[in-house]
């Protein structure tokens, strides 16, 4: 299976900054990687897909790149609502593998 | 709006059966793949399942040979048949719709496009 690994596990910013989150995929996966917000209590909300496509009605404060095994997830200017878990998805292979998430917090 | 609706969920002993429902509106079911993602109390998400809409199925090692997913699309419902249940099975269970994206490299990639509200399935004696 496909080991998917992001960075940090939490990160602490204010309204405004510029947050990046990492994901590391175990072997390569082309751009075939998503990426999902989730705030407490909620299902998750596709952000990202193909690594670097935002999704219809998603602001475009929120940001994906990268291909093969290296990914990143940029917020710049981090609004209130962004207050939220963060996950990627890898769809190359089956079974599909999500990493263990990025908490951002209010600092 | 396009909408999907779990149901199902409840409280099971170790080692039994339950189904899940996920009831589809706003949009063409019988066009889309759809799967289950489940998330275990204050843990993070784990794809569970996926149907394709000509039935061919996959499921990740931990459920294998216990889940069954099927689809009714004449009712635009999605199923999750879970028998031999453990503890370990606890969680939020999420029906998703997979929607596939053209990429500029020729090939489509796929994403959980729509999430359902999840329903709830605790395992415990």
């Known amino acids: 299976d496909i080991q998917m690994t992001q960075s940090p596990s939490s990160v602490s910013a204010s309204v405004g900054d510029r947050v990046t989150i990492t994901c590391r995929a175990s072997?390569?996966?082309?751009?075939?990687l998503a990426w999902y917000q989730q705030k407490p209590g909620k299902a998750p909300k596709l952000l990202i897909y193909?690594?670097?496509s935002l999704q219809s009605g998603v602001p475009s404060r929120f940001s994906g790149s990268g291909s093969g095994t290296d990914f990143t997830l940029t917020i710049t200017g981090l609004q209130p609502e962004d207050f939220a878990s963060y996950y990627c998805?890898?769809?190359?292979?089956?079974?599909?593998?999500f990493g263990q998430g990025t908490k951002v917090e209010i600092k | 709006q396009v909408q999907l609706v779990e149901s199902g969920g409840g409280l099971v002993k170790p080692g039994g059966s339950l189904r899940l429902s996920c009831a589809a509106s706003?949009?063409?079911?019988?066009?889309?793949?759809m799967g289950w993602v489940r998330q275990a109390p204050g843990k993070g998400l784990e794809w569970i399942s996926h149907?394709?809409?000509?039935?061919?199925?996959y499921y990740a090692d931990s459920v294998k040979g216990r889940f069954t997913i099927s689809r009714e699309n004449a009712k635009n419902s999605l199923y999750l048949q879970m028998n031999s249940l453990r503890a370990e099975d606890t969680a939020i269970y999420y029906c998703?719709?997979?929607?596939?994206?053209?990429?500029?490299?020729?090939?489509?990639?796929?994403?959980?496009?729509?999430w359902g509200q999840g329903t709830m399935l605790t395992v415990s004696s």
């Open positions: 706003g949009f063409t079911f019988s066009d889309y793949y």
């Open positions: 998805q890898q769809a190359h292979t089956f079974p599909r593998t």
């Open positions: 193909a690594a670097s």
């Open positions: 998703v719709r997979v929607e596939y994206y053209y990429h500029r490299s020729g090939y489509y990639v796929d994403a959980f496009d729509i």
């Open positions: 149907m394709s809409n000509t039935d061919t199925k």
């Open positions: 072997q390569h996966i082309s751009s075939w």
